[in-house]
């Protein structure tokens, strides 16, 4: 069955059942959709396999069709307007689906322009100009608007809404400085959730400019429908969640690292400096390829040396804290959609808060030792099972962790065909040498040059 159905079918099967799963409880913990999670990941893990990448068109209408219908789920978590919200997710639907039956042309680019722009009116079927009783918009507002001003954002104290009496806690700006710069052009037309629409346009256009790279280049317009349908996009939206800028870096650093170096690491800095679990994205590159090494250490460095303006300015320990510690000393969400919110449901027990480190640790043995990267698409569906391990069992996993999930799936359906050069694979010596040790001693080798060879061709 899983050769029949190809890579692509089944991380495009990973991205709708991942949508879905967030979808029905929006984020929030539910049986159903915690299950669909954990078919995501199973879906995901096949389409590491070997075998063709490629699909027919029945199954492109199948995947944009499924993704697109959820987003008819809106209706269900938002009271206002539902019925221009099912009239919204419709259109993106068969706008779409109709789209990815096309050949790529204008006709196909038109319509996924109209796609586009159901996915705005369905936000905009319940958006709330200039306010929204969020943590997450009135901190990034409030950010913003201290830099429009002149001041340092990570100067005002916001609240922060926690599952806790007396249900809030105050902090400073809990985001890398790029978030708040970057949303300053929305604050000046009066609401930030300006940008992150146009975060959405720009991620869907690096996804598209990803997969046109690629061997199925014909299939870049469908790619893009696909990641437009996605139904994740009008919640990001409409509660200002930041990591829509992070993933705009990831996906044109992954977009431009072949042909455009420079600008691949500014962009992959910029990703990084909204949170650091955007590291956990980026580490399959640095585990298999020589150049993603270099490319992650000098973004790293590059965020690292634009963040020490804001420490100096806030202070060190309370920059940090505001960056790093706050995000630690969250409290165990008991609604999280997790393993461990469900094992607190029916124990009453809450697990430990570093268990999660368990099944990251497993997932990247796992991946060092059977899943040798062959293209960026490789190294993209390897970072959202990562991420999706990171959070089955953290004190706190909603709608916007899983997210960067279903972005990288999407980038793992768009680098399929672009190749990492044979020169370039290869773990980084501290690995490579434990585990050819290991190999040897499990009877178990290395592939070889023939056998490395019939890899890359397949």
Known sequence: MVASAGRSTLAGLAVASLGLGVMWGFGHLSRPGLLAILVSALLALLALGRGRWRQGRGWWVVLVAICGVANVLYARHFLTNQGLQVGFALLLTVTAATAVWLPAGCCATALLGLAFLSVVGLAA????????????????????????????????????????????????????????????????????????????????AGIWWLARQGQEASDAHRVAALAVASPLWAGMILNTWVDVYMMVGIVWWLALRRDHRIWSIALLSIGLMVKFTSLLLVLPAFLWSRRGRVEVVAAVVISAAAMVPFALITGVHTYLYSFFGYQLALPFRTTSLSLSALFYQLSGAELPTALPLLPVAAAIAWIVWRRRARSEGDLALQAAALNVAAFLLAKQAFFNYYFASEIMLLAGIAGAGVAIPARDVGLPAVVEAPLRGLRRRFGTRAPGPIAAAADREA
Do not use: K, Q
């Open 125 to 204: 079927s319940v958006w709330s100009w200039g306010s929204m009783n969020l943590d997450v918009f009135t901190a990034l507002s409030g950010a913003a608007e201290s830099l429009i001003h002149g001041h340092n954002p990570y100067g005002p104290v916001f609240r922060y809404f926690v599952e806790a009496p007396p249900g809030y806690v105050l902090g400073h700006f809990a985001y890398g400085p790029s978030v708040p710069i970057l949303a300053v052009p929305g604050r000046l037309l009066g609401d930030v959730r300006v940008m992150s629409v146009a975060c959405m346009a720009a991620t869907v």
